[in-house]
């Protein structure tokens, strides 16, 4: 049977054999929930970076840049890590150059994957579908806070976990606990992750309308994938089977 | 209010400020529930080492030696990694030294701490009333399985957190998973971790004793401390208060 297991942070990914898996990546505050909305809502691709710098060369270049650092959208960018500064229709059609605290980072920590697809709670369904076709182990990367384990990411792989149990099984502690969590969270995930490091860090920004938004399940019919360093949507028809 | 952080593996340490802290070193299966019952059964003193020719050097010098591998003792040492090795009547008065796939490892990388502890369900009590006065902050360090996040550790982690939620408030997220999940476990913490990746394999070790001990809280009443590079029992009377 097929191998699911789940990486808590970016700093444990070097423990990881990704060649040959799917990585799914995972930052639900708020870098892969912003991706799927951007993408679902007619971005036509972006370029996640890992620096500021880059970020800003190619926002120089004429792209329009988005950038995140601890929570607040950085200077001098175009968009913040709010979904719903994706999910504006003067984006259409556009490329957008995209840097977060986490998220972005975790992409570029993966880049040697066989596939990278972007996972958060607003295409849950729509992923599991499709990773439930694939023939490759899976990696359901969190993106963390700053290298340390976040509960939210946590959830996100533990539904995808419980979610894919007929088509994947886990040999990895993490993916046992990530589960066991999501099954009890999943009923009410906003109050369960109310009291989180994370969730306690936006409320002091004032973005409860982000967090609620980010914990709705299937919103959108969309994967981001990562083709060329840029992510851009999945043709799923094609890629099923 | 002093802080309870929770690491869940050792590559994640050094996103830790350890100088003015308190770590606690758990190895559940097997290390820090070996060292515990060797402390309380008699053994005078422990050297615990991370590589195997370090282990080899101290038992050239005519110390017993104890080193463990993959879960085997590794050939050519008097001692594995079972708590029942080292609850022999002949260490008593002994100073041994040990190496272990992660626990030792673990002590090591931890060894910039204000004090080290080490932690196991066979000093539960004992280890949550002496931390309970203590005026640092903690952290809790566990092992894992080669950098990997394990479950039983988790859960020794989270029972820590549960029983000195009095004292130490948590601002990671990591503390407060392993709170959920010992509340979820702790009425049968054997059948909860049954699944997990390391059980199974020591199951093929056929060491089911050793994992129900180590699963028993509160057999002794001391506390392994590091001094001197040596683990002995702490003298908890005079550490109080």
Redesign the interface.
Known sequence: MKKIDVC??P??LH?YDLQHRVVVVVDILRATSCITAGIACGIKSIIPVASLDECKKLQQQGLLAGAERDGKKAEGFDLGNSPFDYMDDRLRGKTIAMTTTNGTQAIEGAKNAYQIVIGSFLNLSTLVNFLSTQERDLLVLCAG???????ED?LFAGALVENLLEHFES????A??AG??YL?AKSDLLSFIS????V?RLKRLNIEKDIEFCLKPDQFEVIPILQNGQLIKLDIVNHLG
Not at 145 to 151: A, P
Not at 171 to 174: C, I, K, L, S, T
Not at 195 to 198: I, L, R, T, V
């Open positions: 808590f942070s700093e444990l423990l806070w700053k290298g340390k384990f976040n509960l946590t040999e990895d502690d993490a046992l606990a066991k969590l009890l009291n989180s490091s994370h306690n």
